[in-house]
């Protein structure tokens, strides 16, 4: 008889040894009033994520970010491009922004101790 999902297409996404990755999307609005945008697509290699919140007003000259997302499937190149679609007051955008690997410094060591 043979296994029944033979015949199915099957994922591309493999389980990953790479440690976990942590995503941030910041908007920022160099207009003078605020921007109201609501993000359609977040797809790339290393999965394609939902932004929380979905719909994110940015007021003028200001930055918003929204919920960061980690991907558990690592960083397989030092760059990995990303497609994000957005409508921005109602009018849509694309744009392939090519994520780079940026690590966080260390945390310094806590202060000695002072003697008595």
């Known amino acids: 008889m043979g296994d029944p999902g033979f015949d199915r297409p099957r994922s591309s996404l493999h389980a990953s040894n790479l440690p976990p990755v942590q995503l941030r999307l ?10 109201v945008v609501t993000v359609l697509d977040f797809n790339s290699a290393i999965g394609n994520f939902v932004v929380q919140p979905e719909k994110i007003t940015v007021p003028p000259g200001g930055s918003v970010e929204a919920e960061p997302m ?25 744009q392939v922004l090519r994520l ?17």
């Not at 910041?26 to 921007?35: C, E, K, Q, V, W």
């Not at 980690?70 to 694309?94: F, N, Q, W």
């Not at 780079?100 to 008595?116: D, F, G, R, T």
């Open 26 to 35: 910041r908007l920022t609005n160099h207009d003078s009033a605020p921007a």
């Open 70 to 94: 980690i991907s558990r499937l690592g960083v397989p190149a030092d760059e990995v491009p990303l497609t994000v679609r957005l409508l921005l007051d109602g009018h849509p955008e694309k």
């Open 100 to 116: 780079q690997l940026v690590s966080e410094p260390p945390h310094p060591p806590p202060p000695a101790a002072a003697a008595p």
